[in-house]
DNA sequence: CCAGATAGTTACTGACCGGTAACACCGACG
DNA sequence: CGTCGGTGTTACCGGTCAGTAACTATCTGG
């Protein structure tokens, strides 16, 4: 399943054939299809894992800078600026709803779903570090990391994506009435 | 050809099969191969007119407030937020992007070739109308603008892509340093 | 009116892919 | 020892899709 996730992502979910997933895992298909009911079931599982990581994510950066809503703004923009230089292909989430132009397909709902609840807890975050404007720099936040990692698919490395920490930190500065590199 | 833009922009470029185009635009298979050597290439063709319409954007907004740079970056975060709200599909490069996962795709050149321009043109737009920032402001407004049409079709209407006009004013604002609403 | 180019039609090939059926295999547990 | 749940293997079905061939119809220009 591992290996489905990467395979999808890598190649995307139209891109990849069942074959291929469990050859690259070491196993077959008729393996694959005694625990999943189809490969739009596998996908939507493949996602709910991601999902799962997502919201795993929130509670470390919580451990990691303990009642320091600050710290764990600037520790998510590292997250994220990290996300970025290492994913080649962007965000599994936004990649699958491209893909799956049918709008009632069941990934739609995952995907949405994450989005949103990743929207809303950077609000609370912005909120919580005493950003002026939380909600218009949680929407800036969020829509310059996915516009970034869309961006690199498109225009490489070296594009607007490189630059997205510098951004992320004018938000929280200008936009949030955050004190200069605190 | 038309037909062609519009059903691969709907359904994506893997999503939908070139009968199901010649059909749609009421001709048929052989006519289509007679004009494009494979779907690859119609594809490739596809993207190349929607460069030149997105050039021609560029005049367009010149031409609509001749030496007045500021009215012409409303004029484009305007153009942007249409762009956004109409398209329920995203950008058809930035879309086409994910979808094609090999890099060597011929379309791949293409998209780059428009991002980069795009930028280009904005990082001067901004440059002219005396941002204190421009580079930085342009990065931003093209990151806001690209997580917006994806956003959009991870999030639907309602998510923070609708609220990308008042995002774009305040980057201009407090990014660019232009007084508020001139 | 004829010639040549262009477009339509039908049918086909070959490949791929999602999903299933039937059967052999192997380890665990009683 | 037996059987039983999970796994591997092979072959197959049905559908879709890119691309081609051969032939016919239509239009145009001389």
């Known amino acids: 399943m591992t290996t489905a996730r990467e395979m999808f992502h890598q190649h995307g979910v139209r891109g990849v054939g069942i074959e291929a997933i469990t050859e690259a895992a070491g196993t077959n298909k008729m393996t694959l ?13 493949c996602l709910q894992r991601a999902a799962k990581e997502s919201y795993l994510k ?17 520790a998510w923009i590292e997250n994220a600026a990290e996300c970025i230089s290492g994913d080649w292909r962007g965000c599994e989430m936004a990649n699958t709803a491209v893909e799956l132009a049918d709008d009632d397909h069941p990934a739609k709902r995952v995907i949405e779903e994450v989005k949103k609840n990743h929207r809303n807890c950077l609000a609370k975050l912005c909120a919580r570090a005493g950003l002026d404007q939380p909600e218009l ?8 990391l996915e516009g970034a990692r869309i961006s690199r698919q498109s225009e490489g490395q070296e594009g607007p994506s490189a630059r997205f920490k510098r951004m992320a930190e004018e938000v929280i500065v200008t936009v949030g009435g955050l004190g200069d590199r605190t």
Chains 1, 2 share one sequence.
């Open 33 to 45: 299809y005694r625990h999943f009911a189809s490969k739009d079931d596998l996908i939507v599982e």
């Open 58 to 74: 929130w509670d470390e950066l919580e451990q990691q800078h303990p009642g320091d809503p600050k710290a764990q703004l600037r």
């Open 137 to 144: 720099a949680a929407d800036m936040l969020g829509l310059l």
